[in-house]
């Protein structure tokens, strides 16, 4: 267990659906990633949270959105689904701003059918 | 920007026989890199990472990585495979601004007795 808590583990659903993952980083990480990995694509970085405030983006496109809260959980919001985000989606968290000390979860496995 | 290149997606190995997994990357800035591993259904765990000072990097499980800056290099070996080692292997570089990873597309090692 890396500490790092994704929910929910699957997920299935339909074309044009939204959806929402969840991550708990470890505890005393201020810092949470998220991160896609698909067959063709690999592993993308998506955005990053600091302390609740947006640090960075990657390649997320304008139908995802994600926060991080007060309690320093994270959600990312998948809308308009197509087949193509069928993926994986994983959260890595760090003690701070900087990547050089992740820690992932053990990922969200999304299907679009 | 930075980048790596995973050479070979797929290297399989007798158990006991020397592993070595090819990365070269790419970086504008110093870099520091990374070697994760991903067992089936599981998130990455670290085995190991180079930032500054001995190029010779050990991590777990018995692997160990250099980082060759002539050659772009950061390949990682182990003397002696196990069938345990079968798994996921992803190199990755620590971008510019030091906010995320970029990932190799990964190589898959198969191990067989």
């Known amino acids: 267990d890396s500490g790092v808590t994704q929910t929910p583990k699957h997920l299935i659903t339909a074309t044009g659906q939204r959806v929402t993952l969840r991550c708990s980083p470890r505890s005393g990480d201020l810092s949470v990633y998220w991160y896609q990995q698909s067959l063709d694509q690999g592993l993308q970085f998506l955005i990053q949270y600091y302390n609740g405030e947006e640090r960075a983006?990657?390649?997320?496109?304008?139908?995802?959105?994600?926060?991080?809260?007060?309690?320093?959980?994270?959600?990312?919001?998948?809308?308009?689904?197509?087949?193509?985000?069928?993926?994986?989606?994983?959260?890595?968290?760090?003690?701070?701003?900087?990547?050089?000390?992740?820690?992932?979860?053990?990922?969200?496995?999304?299907?679009?059918? | 920007?930075?980048?790596?290149?995973?050479?070979?997606?797929?290297?399989?190995?007798?158990?006991?026989?020397?592993?070595?997994?090819?990365?070269?990357?790419?970086?504008?800035?110093?870099?520091?890199?990374?070697?994760?591993?991903?067992?089936?259904?599981?998130?990455?765990?670290?085995?190991?990472?180079?930032?500054?000072?001995?190029?010779?990097?050990?991590?777990?499980?018995?692997?160990?990585?250099?980082?060759?800056?002539?050659?772009?290099?950061?390949?990682l070996t182990k003397p002696s495979a196990h069938m345990s080692d079968a798994a996921e292997y992803f190199c990755a570089v620590l971008n510019q601004a030091g906010t995320a990873l970029i990932f190799g597309k990964g190589t898959t090692l198969s191990v067989s007795s």
Do not use: M
């Open chain 2, 1 to 75: 920007a930075q980048s790596v290149t995973q050479l070979g997606s797929h290297v399989s190995v007798s158990e006991g026989a020397l592993v070595l997994l090819r990365c070269n990357y790419s970086s504008s800035v110093p870099p520091y890199l990374f070697w994760y591993v991903q067992y089936p259904n599981q998130g990455l765990q670290l085995l190991l990472k180079y930032t500054t000072g001995a190029t010779l990097v050990k991590g777990i499980n018995g692997f160990e990585a250099e980082f060759k800056k002539s050659e772009t290099s950061f390949h």
């Open chain 1, 57 to 113: 983006k990657g390649n997320i496109l304008e139908r995802f959105s994600a926060q991080q809260f007060p309690d320093l959980h994270s959600e990312l919001n998948l809308s308009s689904l197509e087949l193509g985000d069928s993926a994986l989606y994983f959260c890595a968290s760090s003690p701070n701003t900087g990547a050089n000390v992740l820690t992932f979860g053990a990922g969200s496995r999304l299907t679009v059918l």
